[in-house]
């Protein structure tokens, strides 16, 4: 158990739909990582913030944003779903800005767009 | 894009048996990261390596990094089954990037 925690586990939508999705990083981490993986895309790096900002972005779609709150959780919105949203999302944290650090996943929510 | 590039794409082979992975990557990095994922769960980080690191070992892990060739292998010795997983490199540029970035995996097999 990586102390990082995410909610749902799976969730089943409609194309045209929106939905979030929850983490909760290790206490006492201050990043928050989004991540997207696919079977044709792999894992892909979408946003980070550190301590409340957004600290780097990456190939995140302008239909999806995100924000970290001030007790460091954070969310995940998707918007206008296509079917080629269905992915697995993870949330990863770690204790600082994330130079050099080991980051711990969460165990992925699991999004079906139909 | 994906910096990290793995190889082979898919391993099997049989309990006992040493297991090796290798990473390529196209730019300068500051450490360079494994990580093992079980089906459909996330990822667990394995082992870190800085750029001024050649060799390090953890249990039944040993990595290398060559930062000349811009590879990394990562090398499972006395595979078990349990070892079974997708593993990926990930490498965290030099410069103003932050983010990790992910290989695509080797999925390994390790048949009892």
């Known amino acids: 158990d990586s102390g990082v925690t995410q909610t749902p586990k799976h969730l089943i939508t409609a194309t045209g739909q929106r939905v979030t999705l929850r983490c909760s990083p290790r206490s006492g981490d201050l990043s928050v990582y989004w991540y997207q993986q696919s079977l044709d895309q792999g894992l892909q790096f979408l946003i980070q913030?550190?301590?409340?900002?957004?600290?780097a972005k990456g190939n995140i779609l302008e239909r999806f944003s995100a924000q970290q709150f001030p007790d460091l959780h954070s969310e995940l919105n998707l918007s206008s779903l296509e079917l080629g949203d269905s992915a697995l999302y993870f949330c990863?944290?770690?204790?600082?800005?994330?130079?050099?650090?080991?980051?711990?996943f969460g165990p992925g929510t699991r999004l079906l767009v139909l | 894009s994906q910096q990290g590039e793995e190889d082979p794409q898919a391993l099997s082979i049989q309990e006992g048996e040493n297991a090796t992975m290798n990473c390529s990557y196209k730019?300068?990095?500051?450490?360079l990261q494994w990580y093992r994922q079980n089906s459909g769960r996330g990822l667990v980080h394995l082992i870190l390596?800085?750029?001024?690191?050649r060799e390090k070992h953890s249990g039944r892990l040993r990595v290398t990094l060559d930062t000349s060739k811009k590879s990394s292998s990562l090398l499972i010795t006395a595979s078990r089954a349990a070892d079974t997983a997708s593993y990926f490199c990930?490498?965290?540029?030099?410069?103003?990037?932050?983010?990790?970035?992910f290989g695509s995996g080797t999925q390994l097999t390790v048949l009892p």
């Open positions: 990863a944290s770690s204790p600082q800005q994330g130079r050099g650090e080991t980051q711990y």
């Open positions: 730019t300068s990095i500051n450490n």
């Open positions: 913030y550190y301590n409340g900002e957004e600290r």
């Open positions: 390596i800085r750029s001024n690191e």
């Open positions: 990930a490498t965290d540029p030099s410069g103003s990037a932050r983010q990790l970035t």
